[in-house]
């Protein structure tokens, strides 16, 4: 079912810092700060040849980013997202073997369809899953 991995997403203290080094230390093409109010965060994206990393700070008093962040201050890898063909018959084939996802179906950072999957069922790594 899955297919290409979309991103690999970073929660950071210091967005500007965080995209600094990635700019200037490892000469990586890095996007502007985007503000997604409906996620609770602001994102970076850096382009890579094969896939994307997504630089997460959070924005507003109920980030799900934050309680992260908390006990990680120093920021770490916060999930990665894979492609799904479609994403709704993911959710009921993922949601009929056990697995909790974390809501329904929302448009994520690219315009397409995302779903969360619970840490601790995909071995300790929040998985987001989107539509190709
Ligand atoms: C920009 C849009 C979009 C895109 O298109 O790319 C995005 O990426 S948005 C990104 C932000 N959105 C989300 O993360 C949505 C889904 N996340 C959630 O619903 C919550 O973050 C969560 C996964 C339910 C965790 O909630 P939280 O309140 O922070 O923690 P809990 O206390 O409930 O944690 C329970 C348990 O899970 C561990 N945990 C929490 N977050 C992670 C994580 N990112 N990776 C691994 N493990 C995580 C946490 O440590 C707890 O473990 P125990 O202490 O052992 O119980
Ligand atoms: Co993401």
Redesign the pocket.
């Known amino acids: 079912m899955i297919g290409r991995l979309n991103?690999v997403?970073i929660?950071v203290p210091d967005l500007e810092a965080a995209a600094e080094s990635y700019r200037g230390a490892l000469g990586a093409r890095v996007g502007p700060p985007r503000d997604?109010p409906a996620?609770?965060?602001t994102?970076v994206f850096v382009e890579l040849p094969n896939t994307k990393v997504?630089l997460?700070h959070p924005l507003g008093a109920d980030?799900?980013?934050?309680?992260?962040l908390e006990?990680n201050p120093a920021g770490g890898?916060?999930?990665v997202?894979y492609e799904v063909p479609d994403v709704a018959e993911a959710a009921r084939k993922l949601e009929a073997e056990g697995m909790r996802v974390?809501?329904p179906p929302e448009v994520?950072?690219?315009g397409r369809p995302?779903i969360?999957l619970?840490?601790?069922d995909m071995q300790?790594?929040?998985t987001?899953l989107?539509e190709a």
Do not use: I, N
């Open positions: 991103h997403a929660a997604e996620h609770g965060v994102v997504e997460l980030s799900p980013v934050a309680g992260f006990r890898v916060h999930h997202c974390l809501g994520g950072a690219h995302v969360f619970h840490p601790k300790g790594t929040l987001e989107e």
